[in-house]
């Protein structure tokens, strides 16, 4: 087992109570959640539980309190095999589609390095580019189509 792998599990058995209704089976889902909170600490309490439990809670009580408000949605990269600026727009689109009636919506765009760098590819200055390119363009998209009172995140992850 790896060192600190208990903590892990502790905090996405956390998670996946306070968030069972959004996440449902999706453990890849909560490990972002998980992720996102330990990256609002300071390193000084990414270690310490209360902190970790408590910025949870916070979320969970902001997402139930207005739920007409604030949503997350995951949205996967295109394929492998299919990857296009074409197609991440669709996806990009029917996300911003779901999430346009609440004013701060977050989407998690996740999958975007696999999709551009297959496993078994191997890295390069063209896809580092590429890579560096769909991430401005989804942020751009993102912008140009979102109404202005809404406050849309984007996470790429």
């Given at each position: 087992m790896?060192h600190?792998?208990?903590k ?5 058995q ?15 889902f909560?490990r ?15 270690d310490h539980p209360?902190?970790?439990l ?12 207005h ?21 991440l ?6 996300a911003i589609?779901?999430t346009?009636?609440f ?11 696999e999709?551009i760098?297959?496993?078994?590819k ?8 590429e ?14 189509r ?12």
């Amino acid at each position: 087992m790896k060192h600190g792998a208990h903590k892990d599990f502790s905090k996405l058995q956390i998670i996946c109570a306070l968030f069972a209704d959004d996440i449902g089976d999706d453990l890849y889902f909560a490990r972002q959640i998980k992720e996102s909170i330990e990256a609002t600490l300071t390193k000084e309490n990414r270690d310490h539980p209360a902190a970790f439990l408590a910025a949870a809670q916070t979320l969970a009580e902001q997402t139930a309190r207005h739920p007409e408000r604030a949503i997350v949605d995951l949205v996967p990269a295109p394929e492998a095999q299919g990857f296009s600026e074409l197609a991440l727009r669709a996806r990009l689109l029917e996300a911003i589609k779901r999430t346009c009636r609440f004013e701060k919506p977050l989407l998690v765009l996740t999958g975007l390095k696999e999709a551009i760098c297959p496993a078994g590819k191997r890295w390069t200055a063209r896809r580092a580019a590429e890579y560096q390119n769909a991430i401005a363009y989804a942020r751009d998209f993102c912008q140009s189509r979102t109404r202005p009172s809404s406050h849309l995140n984007l996470i790429i992850y």
